[in-house]
């Protein structure tokens, strides 16, 4: 059995919640690049939105999942219940919004 003797765990120079925020961040780009290369875009303004909600929140439990069980970065270590879940939530909102529109508006140009 591993003994912890320091009281914070660091991956590289980032404390614990940088990493997650980043982490998120990178995953809200997954999958606004998800839904365009899924084509669910074209599924028209309700399934498109609907999709995409599918997809963000799908995306969003991987994260959480890596966060707490293949880092380990629970309560203790993020110093707050449920902040494996919280942390970086409103930039992957952001980023995958960002991406999603950026890269339908790439991918499906309207003619002039």
């Known amino acids: 059995m591993a003994v912890q003797t320091s009281k914070e765990v660091y991956i590289g120079r980032l404390p614990p919640a940088s990493l997650v925020y980043w982490i998120r961040l990178g995953f809200g780009v997954l999958a606004g690049v ?20 599918t997809v963000g929140i799908g995306v969003y439990s991987v994260s959480v999942f890596l ?4 880092l380990g970065y629970g309560p203790e270590v993020l110093k707050g219940p449920n902040k494996h879940v919280t942390i970086g939530m409103g930039s992957y909102i952001i980023w995958m919004i960002f991406t999603t529109i ?5 991918l499906n140009p309207h003619p002039s």
């Open 34 to 53: 998800i839904f365009n290369l899924a084509g669910f875009g074209s599924l028209g303004v309700g399934l498109g939105t609907l999709s995409m909600i």
């Open 67 to 70: 966060v707490k069980n293949l």
């Open 102 to 106: 950026l890269l339908y508006t790439v």
